[in-house]
């Protein structure tokens, strides 16, 4: 049996957190979900559909996380566990990223506001940028650390990192034209 070296030991905090994290928000989103459910007659509407769909996408987000770090790592191929974690990290930074570049834009002058939330300059506005950050972009960083360590593990060549981010982008694009 071979001895593990430090090179081969993953950093289990990032996934950690976002179980916990992730799995925190999945409750809050699916009991105020229910919760309307079960206290009104309304039916559920489309943006509720929605939450359900894009909550359980983020539980598979946790089972992702959780495998990179554990011995269910060795079960998918790890390219393809390498193109998962990129796919999910910068899927995840992309919208807060655009959401900063767009306020920067526009408290630079660089642009006028557009009539799109992302560029609501009001308190509401900053709260949702901040929201943004924590639901999206913490875990995306946190995602980013996975995936930097599973290609060190396995040493990996970074081709699979962009790919994966064209997917992960590719696959925000395709919910955002569901959604809309």
Not at 46 to 71: F, Y
Request: charged share 10%.
């Amino acid at each position: 049996m071979r001895a593990v070296t430090l090179q081969e030991t993953p950093r289990r905090w990032p996934a950690y957190v976002i179980a916990v994290g992730i799995g925190l928000f999945c409750v809050v989103v699916l009991a105020i979900a229910g919760g309307e459910q079960l206290l009104t007659d309304k039916p559920m509407t489309s943006d509720g559909l929605v939450a359900i769909g894009a909550t359980v996408l983020r539980i598979g987000t946790i089972a992702l996380a959780l495998a990179a770090v554990t011995k269910w790592d060795r079960i998918l191929p790890a390219r393809l566990m390498s193109m998962a974690l990129w796919a999910v990290a910068l899927g995840q930074l992309a919208y807060p990223a655009a959401e900063t570049v767009v306020k920067a834009a526009i408290l630079l002058d660089l642009m006028e506001p557009v009539n799109k939330g992302i560029s609501n300059m009001s308190a509401v506005g900053w709260f949702n940028f901040g929201a943004a950050w924590l639901v999206w972009g913490v875990p995306g960083c946190l995602f980013t650390l996975l995936a930097l360590d599973h290609r060190r593990r396995h040493q990996l060549s970074w081709v699979w990192a962009p790919l994966g981010a064209v997917g992960g982008l590719v696959a925000l694009g395709a919910l955002g034209f569901l959604i809309s």
